[in-house]
């Protein structure tokens, strides 16, 4: 009994530490990833991350087409494993690197751009955070969902190549 109840604590404690998964794989685009990172005037040799990466697209164009400094962070082992596959492939480590962990453990002090495509429910919890986090002057691009408590400085909405319309927010710190 008393074996139970410390295996359920632990269980307790597990699940405490666990990263939440903070939305599904959804890719954004290419058409629309590109857009993102114009309407973030990302620069050559600027910091740029993507948080919840995927397959690295983002990270992948930042480096390849806009010289940028790019970082991805991503819990999901498979698709870290996929995205540092392809950033191999096409030779563009170190400029574009993927971190595996959870996005709202790392620290974003030096990024000029941030892109994000999450869920409402994550951003209402995550914008606090970059708050605290970025300098002034930074830039951040959302996919579909907004910073709710932030007043974009630009609103744009694009079709991506079937057709499906998407906005895009541009925040400025
Ligand atoms: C909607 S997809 C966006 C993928 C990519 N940024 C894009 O726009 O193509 C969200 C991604 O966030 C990742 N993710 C979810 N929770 C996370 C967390 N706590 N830390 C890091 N990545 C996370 C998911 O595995 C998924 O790849």
């Known amino acids: ?22 939305a599904p794989y959804y890719p954004t685009p290419q058409v629309v990833v590109e857009q ?4 973030g005037g990302l620069r050559r040799g600027e910091k740029l991350y993507d948080l919840g990466s ?19 962070v991503e819990l999901d082992h498979g698709l870290v494993q996929q995205s540092r596959a392809s950033i191999a492939k096409l030779k563009l480590h170190p400029a574009a690197q993927i971190m595996e ?3 709202f453990e790392q620290d974003y002090s ?4 941030i892109t994000v495509y999450l869920l409402p429910v ?12 970025l300098k002034k002057g930074a830039r951040v691009v959302c996919h579909d969902f907004e910073f709710t408590e932030w007043k974009p400085e630009k609103t744009e909405t694009i079709e991506d190549n079937e057709g499906r319309s998407h906005t895009l927010f541009l925040y400025r710190r």
Do not use: Y
Not at 5 to 21: G, I, M, T, V, Y
Not at 110 to 113: K, N, P, Q, R
């Open 1 to 22: 009994m008393w074996m139970l109840f410390c295996l359920f604590l632990l269980s307790f404690q597990d699940h405490d530490k666990a990263p939440e998964r903070a």
């Open 36 to 39: 993102m990172l114009k309407l």
């Open 54 to 72: 995927g397959d690295g697209r983002i990270v992948m164009l930042g480096a390849a087409k806009f010289g940028a400094k790019a970082v991805g």
């Open 101 to 103: 962990g959870d996005l």
């Open 110 to 113: 030096d990024a000029d751009l």
């Open 122 to 133: 994550t951003n209402i919890r995550l914008s606090p955070v970059l708050e605290k986090k």
